[in-house]
């Protein structure tokens, strides 16, 4: 099962990491622009993930549980 984030706001670079709950990078990407669908997940194992979005100076970090 794969993973959809929106991420909304200025046209600008975004830096999407995801730690595993030991606190390991699992996957990272830079993606060129905002406003669009972001994919991944797909090789992650049910648990809890940390998703940290840096936008320009903002940083966002998400919470997430991926189930089967």
């Known amino acids: 099962d794969e993973i959809n984030l929106f991420v909304t706001g200025k046209e600008a670079t ?3 990491t995801v730690f595993n709950s030991n606190g390991f990078v699992v996957f990272s ?11 991944f ?5 049910p648990g809890i993930y940390y998703v ?16 089967k």
């Open 14 to 16: 975004v830096n999407l």
């Open 29 to 39: 990407k830079e993606h060129q622009n905002t406003n669009e669908n972001i994919t």
């Open 41 to 45: 997940g797909s090789d992650l194992q």
């Open 52 to 67: 940290q979005i840096i936008e320009e100076k903002q940083v966002r970090t998400l919470k997430l549980l991926k189930t």
